[in-house]
């Protein structure tokens, strides 16, 4: 007799159905598993013996083909044990399969029976939910993320014997709930930074627009403090932004409880590999890049990251997702977060600092520097310098701005760019070029003042758009419906740096 039941596969976050067919016939007792198994579904077959032996059930002493299809995709993971198992009860005459069609099945089975969690429940239960035929059967921890969606049911069951008590009918539905709503607790409030005015105007800029940000300066003059502060200001998610950070999360199993409510804030330390900041392995999972995405990427210690792993932030910073190539096929995960980067002057940190001289030869300097190529520091659109700050800014100042103050007038300037583009989540540094020049609205005395630090400066195509599109969000923020000659002046200081620093020797 033969049985079919459904599953679900991930290649990326991109959902594939997979039909799981149970034929069991006379001939030696002997359990195979065909369609591209990798070597967790093949351990499956012992899993599966002895939790069907251990929740009450016999085992069938003959010959077991299973298929996964379709044969020509590669199958990974143990989610697929729970539909194999029932798939063998079917078809031993164990159970009735008549409503299995109704169903997508996905859990990992215990020796003793229990279903435990898998990764991928939030990209499943959205396959199910675009079939529009599908009914969730998902392990009881991972019900959070399937219950996300009320135009599908959904099952949680904790054993073997549990998802057979529903396939007849006797255990409820869990009913749907939206966990997504907007939370902001621990992070660190902006007014806490005393001084460093031009910086913290920066990273208004920076979070305003998308625009990413190096802060350069001595140890010390909170260039780590202040990266820490960014998702305080930073606009709240919507759901269809929160949708897709949670199914990152979800694929690489990390998501613990329904949708995420923050944007995400990365920070890997500078020993990461290749494949821990792009994404890989031998089935492509996501790296901190996607890990990032609707958030930040907080790069400390800039220069002493692997010199492959810069440069692999070239292609994201422009494509807003990162391809990952193997044997067994490709896979594309977004990657759309706003880059924050932090570095010293020089390798002793204290490069043109007025009290602690610097004990670096200008080789070193210029070799420490030269750690950050032209065409990376080329799509940073924000390079602000830090300097030590003053004993009577640090203990005789007030506290400047909160962090809610700020991130009203980033929401501010966020809607004028939505209303501008007319797409909801666009800003100045994504939109297409092409969009962005008939929209720019630049001053005549604008005109003339860029084309002459486009002569005078040395910016490249893309350094002179990236300036235009800096100083656009600087017009936002001042709610100015024209880019005038001072929001140019403002968007090139930010950018002088780089000439400044690179070429000083």
Not at 62 to 89: H, V, Y
Not at 235 to 252: D, G, R, T
Not at 401 to 424: D, G, H, I
Not at 450 to 478: F, M, P
């Amino acid at each position: 007799m033969m049985v079919t039941l459904f599953s679900c596969a991930f290649s990326g976050l991109d959902p594939v159905l997979i039909r799981v067919e149970v034929d069991i016939s006379n001939g030696l007792p002997v359990c195979q598993i065909v369609g591209l198994p990798d070597s967790t579904v093949q351990e499956a077959r012992d899993r599966i013996r002895a939790a069907v032996k251990n929740s009450g059930f016999d085992f069938p002493s003959q010959r077991i083909t299973i298929n996964l299809a379709p044969a020509d995709s590669r199958k990974e993971g143990s989610g697929f044990d729970l539909p194999m198992a029932l798939g063998i009860l079917a078809a031993s005459g164990q159970i009735q399969a008549s409503s299995f069609e109704k169903f997508l099945f996905l859990g990992e089975l215990g020796l003793s029976g229990a279903v435990r969690p898998v990764p991928g429940i939030l990209v499943a239960a959205e396959i199910a939910r675009r079939k529009g035929k599908f009914n969730l059967i998902v392990p009881s921890e991972n019900e959070n993320e399937a219950c996300l969606f009320d135009e599908i049911k959904v099952w949680s069951v904790s054993s073997l014997k549990e998802a057979v008590l529903v396939l007849m009918g006797g255990k409820e539905s869990v009913k749907p709930r939206i966990t997504w709503a907007v939370h902001r607790n621990g992070y660190v409030d902006l007014k806490q930074l005393k001084g460093q005015e031009q910086a913290k105007r920066g990273v208004e800029i920076a979070v305003s627009g998308n625009h990413n940000l190096l802060l350069i300066g001595p140890p010390g003059s909170g260039k780590s403090f202040l990266a820490k502060m960014i998702p305080g200001i930073l606009p709240p998610l919507n759901f269809q932004q929160a949708l897709e950070i949670s199914k990152i999360q979800s694929v690489a199993g990390t998501l613990k409880e329904g949708v995420a409510t923050t944007p995400p804030f990365r920070s890997p330390h500078s020993t990461i590999s290749y494949a821990g900041m792009v994404g890989g392995g031998p089935f492509a999972r996501p790296g901190e890049l996607s890990f990032a995405h609707h958030g930040v990427l907080f790069l400390d210690e800039f220069p002493e990251f692997h010199r492959n792993v810069l440069e692999a932030l070239r292609q994201p910073l422009e494509e807003r997702k990162i391809s990952i190539v193997r044997i067994s096929g490709s896979v594309i995960y977004p990657a759309d977060f706003l880059l924050t980067a932090a570095m010293n002057p020089c390798p002793c940190g204290y490069y043109g600092d007025l009290v602690r001289p610097c004990l670096c030869r200008p080789t070193e300097v210029m070799a420490y520097r030269k750690r950050i190529s032209g065409p990376l520091l080329d799509r940073i659109d924000l390079q602000i310098e830090m300097s030590r700050v003053s004993y009577d800014k640090f203990y005789d100042s007030p506290f400047s701005e909160s962090s809610e103050k700020v991130r009203n007038r980033v929401v501010s300037a966020r809607k004028m760019q939505e209303e501008r583009y007319e797409t909801p989540g666009m800003t100045n540094s994504r939109v297409e070029d092409e969009i962005f020049w008939s929209r720019a609205d630049l001053s005549s005395e604008a005109k003339v003042f860029l084309k002459e630090c486009y002569d005078r400066i040395g910016l490249s195509s893309r350094g002179n758009i990236r300036v235009l599109r800096v100083a656009r969000t600087i017009a936002d923020l001042d709610k100015s419906p024209t880019i005038k000659k001072h929001h140019l002046e403002e968007a090139v200081s930010c950018r002088v740096l780089e000439k400044k620093l690179w070429q000083s020797y």
